[in-house]
T-cell receptor, first 117, second 114 residues
Framework: DAGVTQSPTHLIKTRGQHVTLRCSPI?????VSWYQQVLGQGPQFIFQ???????GRGNFPDRFSARQFPNYSSELNVNALLLGDSALYLC????????????????FGPGTRLTVL | DAKTTQPTSMDCAEGRAANLPCNHS???????VYWYRQIHSQGPQYIIH???NNETNEMASLIITEDRKSSTLILPHATLRDTAVYYC???????????????FGSGTRLSIRP
């Protein structure tokens, strides 16, 4: 079975530009979470979407936004890019749901490496 | 803030068991212990999780102390491909509204030597 997929693999942008990153969850998974990993640090939580609704948000500015589509895929958008936005952006999917025990394990994709110049 | 404490780095000889400790002294009764690893520049890989009983799967074993304040991840026969950063995480179980957020700490950098 295919795991979580993300596109593009790598991306180079300049300051002030906008970027859209995409994620397709594991088939059957309805929740998608986004994380940012700056070099040398652990991943930091950005957003979680479940059934197309935002269910959680980390401590990130409003320049970061996301959405989930009816097929459960997701996009992460970042506006007005800063040099500090350079990072590996990770997407994770899980079944999650209050009526589904023991299925909240998150599975991560390979990430998108964003470089802002 | 991460709720776990792990050594910054460890090393282990190839073929031997790698034992990675984790302290989580403030763990709550509804929080699970999860382990992930991240090989350089790849996405974190799920390894194992448990609540209070010891767990074993094809990758590793998880030993949780009776008071649940610490745990050990055991890779029974370490190979060079096990070189990675290992993250110990505590989080609430399924069914809670905040269940899906994972708070990563700094992890343990495990090096396997030939």
């Amino acid at each position: 079975d295919a795991g979580v997929t993300q596109s593009p693999t790598h991306l180079i942008k300049t300051r002030g530009q906008h970027v859209t990153l995409r994620c397709s969850p594991i088939s059957g998974h309805k929740s998608v979470s986004w994380y940012q990993q700056v070099l040398g640090q652990g991943p930091q939580f950005i957003f979680q979407y479940y059934e197309k609704e935002e269910r959680g948000r980390g401590n990130f500015p409003d320049r970061f936004s996301a959405r989930q589509f009816p097929n459960y895929s997701s996009e992460l958008n970042v506006n007005a890019l800063l040099l500090g936005d350079s990072a590996l952006y990770l997407c994770a999917s899980s079944l999650v749901g209050p009526a589904i025990p023991s299925t909240d394990t998150q599975y991560f994709g390979p990430g998108t490496r964003l470089t802002v110049l | 803030d991460a709720k776990t404490t792990q050594p910054t780095s460890m090393d282990c000889a190839e073929g031997r068991a790698a034992n990675l400790p984790c302290n989580h002294s403030t763990i709550s009764g509804n929080e699970y212990v999860y382990w992930y690893r991240q090989i350089h520049s790849q996405g974190p890989q799920y390894i194992i999780h448990g609540l209070k009983n010891n767990e074993t799967n094809e990758m590793a074993s998880l030993i949780i102390t009776e008071d649940r304040k610490s745990s050990t991840l055991i890779l029974p026969h370490a190979t060079l491909r096990d070189t990675a950063v290992y993250y110990c995480i505590v989080r609430v179980g399924p069914g809670y509204s905040s269940a899906s957020k994972i708070i990563f700490g700094s992890g343990t950098r495990l090096s396997i030597r030939p």
